[in-house]
């Protein structure tokens, strides 16, 4: 089975850097994603990690370590559209096309 | 074109209609997925189309039946449904290739409540 955590809910302020955990125990596991997701909205695709160490995308990172089941989302230069729910999501190794959304954390970026 | 396109956006049926929806894709996409979605809640797998044929069916109640026509589109056809089976529906689609990422992109979503 599939067990993803993320922590609820944070605020951070404009202008600031915020790191989003993600923690997961599965049973097979093909590479991670982070997804962000406005309200109302449909997922929209941040960013891939598939082998261990640091991606970074402009404003966002992310970080994966596969032995340790732990994944990051390093959000910089916070800005105000920045508020929405962030999902961290794994691929089965089986399946391949089964990916699980983790529980979500809801970020509010406050001036 | 790199959308994934969903009719309708809203829903409203009672327990005993039926209805579809519908989801559609022109990027090559050779997979094809449903998720639903309840408030404050993440998107939870529902059924997964490869080559449309049926590959993931995450025992979803039968009132729930999926129909893959052909590679572009996805239906998802209703029939008694319940109460709690509102809830924000998204279609998905992604690439099929051992490599890469095979990003899920997902459509707008078709909102469903049931009365």
């Known amino acids: 089975g599939q067990n993803i955590d993320q922590p609820t809910e944070m605020t951070a302020t404009e202008g600031a850097i915020v790191q989003i955990n993600c923690t997961y125990q599965?049973?097979?596991?093909?590479?991670l994603f982070w997804y962000q997701q406005h309200a109302g909205e449909a997922p929209t695709f941040l960013s891939y990690?598939?082998?261990?160490g640091l991606e970074e995308k402009g404003r966002f990172s992310s970080f994966l370590s596969r032995s340790k089941g732990y994944s990051y989302l390093l959000l910089k230069e916070l800005q105000m559209k920045d508020s929405a729910s962030y999902l961290c999501a794994v691929r089965d190794d089986k399946g391949y096309q089964k990916v699980t959304f983790g529980t979500g954390t809801k970020l509010q970026v406050i001036p | 074109d790199t959308e994934v396109t969903q009719t309708p956006k809203h829903l409203v049926m009672g327990m005993t209609n039926k209805k579809s929806l519908k989801c559609e894709q022109h990027m090559g996409h050779r997979a094809m997925y449903w998720y639903k979605q309840k408030a404050k809640k993440p998107p939870e797998l529902m059924f997964v189309y490869s080559y449309e044929k049926l590959s993931i069916n995450e025992s979803v109640p039968s009132r729930f039946s999926p129909e893959c026509p052909n590679s572009s589109l996805l239906n998802l056809h209703l029939h008694a449904l319940q109460p709690e089976d509102s809830a924000l529906y998204l279609c998905?689609?992604?690439?099929?290739?051992?490599?890469?990422?095979?990003?899920?992109?997902f459509g707008a979503g078709s909102r469903l409540t049931v009365l």
């Open positions: 998905a689609s992604s690439g099929t290739g051992k490599e890469g990422a095979n990003v899920l992109t």
């Open positions: 990690n598939v082998l261990d």
């Open positions: 599965t049973s097979g596991f093909n590479g």
